[in-house]
């Protein structure tokens, strides 16, 4: 019975795993996306040359 249980656990854990893996990758893909867009679409500053579309 322990062996069994001690099984069901770890196929648990990596099931959780596998599927916080992948939330992580569609997350960091959102990302990229967004910041590519960002860097593509951003404005020209005053003196003609383009500056940063975020603000640190």
């Given at each position: 019975m322990?062996?069994?249980l001690l099984v069901?656990?770890?196929a648990l854990?990596?099931f ?11 997350v960091a ?6 910041w ?21």
């Amino acid at each position: 019975m322990g062996p069994l249980l001690l099984v069901l656990l770890l196929a648990l854990i990596l099931f959780g795993a596998g599927f916080a893996l992948k939330i992580l990758w569609w997350v960091a893909v959102i990302v990229l996306v967004v910041w590519l867009l960002g860097f593509v679409m951003r404005g020209t500053g005053a003196s003609g040359s383009r500056g940063r579309w975020y603000r640190w």
